[in-house]
């Protein structure tokens, strides 16, 4: 059975970069089929897209989001992250990582990690 | 970018009651929509893919349909263990999701 993890600093000052890992196990980052993406959600609200990665480290961004944000993946220690820079108290919210299936000119999500809050606040 | 809008937001119902979720979206996405089920403090559950796909373990009484802008999620009698918020999400271009319903119990 397919499992991730979201693991980074759960508070993070404003201005600074927020930074995440989500790591893979019972399955390999590395499959042919293997989309990974980023979603949160801000506390008492909707889910918002963040990005998709691909295993060879092809990137696809939220345009609203593209200008801060950097996604890798690490097939050596099957893990893939998140930075994002310059937070205000907007980008507060549970994180989520989730494996991607592409169709269409999108992605679908049916793994998802149990999801981390990350507070920005001084 | 494309704006999904679910109808209503706010769905009270009753155990055994048949229940209808509206999602459109602002431009054609095919048949290129999901469906999530979450509880409080949950992540998101896929339960529909490709508009109409039961997701593997999701219970029969789930069912989804449309094309194009127009998608119903229907729940065909209500379990004690539905009460939860539902959201669809486009993929037909990048993804987005709607502003979410949340079912609850009348």
């Known amino acids: 059975q397919l499992q991730l993890q979201e693991s980074g600093p759960e508070l993070v000052k404003p201005s600074e970069t927020l930074s995440l890992t989500c790591t893979v196990s019972?399955?390999?980052?590395?499959?042919?089929?293997?989309?990974w993406g980023w979603i949160r959600q801000p506390p008492g609200k909707g889910l918002e897209w963040i990005g998709i990665?691909?295993?060879?480290?092809?990137?696809f961004y939220n345009p609203s989001l593209k200008s801060r944000l950097t996604m890798s993946v690490d097939t050596s220690k099957n893990h893939f992250s998140l930075k994002l820079n310059s937070v205000t108290a907007a980008d507060t919210a549970v994180y989520y990582c989730?494996?991607?299936?592409?169709?269409?000119?999108?992605?679908?999500?049916?793994?998802w990690g149990q999801g981390t809050l990350v507070t920005v606040s001084s | 970018d494309i704006q999904m809008t679910q109808s209503p937001s706010i769905l009270s119902a009753s155990v055994g009651e048949r229940v209808i979720i509206t999602c459109r979206a602002s431009?054609?996405?095919?048949?290129?929509l999901a469906w999530y089920q979450q509880k409080p403090g949950r992540a998101p559950k896929l339960l529909i893919y490709?508009?109409?796909g039961l997701q593997i373990g999701v219970p029969s009484r789930f069912s989804g349909s449309g094309s194009g802008t127009e998608f119903t999620l229907t729940i065909s009698s209500l379990q004690p263990d539905d009460f939860a918020t539902y959201y669809c999400?486009?993929?037909?271009?990048?993804?987005?999701f709607g502003q979410g319903t949340k079912l609850e119990i009348k």
């Open positions: 989730a494996k991607a299936w592409n169709y269409g000119e999108g992605w679908y999500f049916d793994y």
């Open positions: 490709a508009a109409s």
């Open positions: 019972g399955g390999s980052i590395s499959s042919s089929t293997s989309y």
């Open positions: 431009q054609s996405i095919n048949n290129w």
């Open positions: 990665i691909y295993y060879s480290g092809t990137t």
């Open positions: 999400q486009q993929y037909g271009s990048y993804s987005s």
